[in-house]
Nanobody
Framework: QVRLEESGGGLVQPGGSLRLSCVGS????????MGWYRQAPGKERELVAR???????TYGESVMGRFIISRDNAKQTVSLQMNSLKPEDTAVYYC?????????WGKGTLVTVSS
């Protein structure tokens, strides 16, 4: 059974930075895509960034150039460095991994960008 646990959310001022981390338990291979999605109130869940070993990361258009995703396959972790945060980045951020066509999600961590 694969489980994902996020950490690092919180309140940050506009223009600030925050780093999210996600650790997976169970078997997650380097070729399994891991990533981050987010869901703001009243909106659909959207891709933030995803990464798979041997390929370039993919970013959502709204975070490109501001967020950086990284991964440690040995520790089964995926991290999201978020810079130049904006109020519209406020959302619950979910860690995700796809393994042989099955999607696994963390419970989410809230990021609030506000002055």
């Amino acid at each position: 059974q694969v489980r994902l646990e996020e950490s690092g959310g919180g309140l940050v001022q506009p223009g600030g930075s925050l780093r999210l981390s996600c650790v997976g338990s169970g078997t997650i291979l380097s070729e399994n895509t891991m990533g981050w999605y987010r869901q703001a109130p009243g909106k659909e869940r959207e891709l933030v960034a995803r990464i798979r070993s041997g390929r370039d990361p993919t970013y959502g258009e709204s975070v490109m150039g501001r967020f950086i995703i990284s991964r440690d396959n040995a520790k089964q972790t995926v991290s999201l460095q978020m810079n130049s945060l904006k109020p519209e980045d406020t959302a619950v951020y979910y860690c995700h991994v796809r393994i042989y066509g099955m999607d696994y999600w963390g419970k989410g961590t809230l990021v609030t960008v506000s002055s």
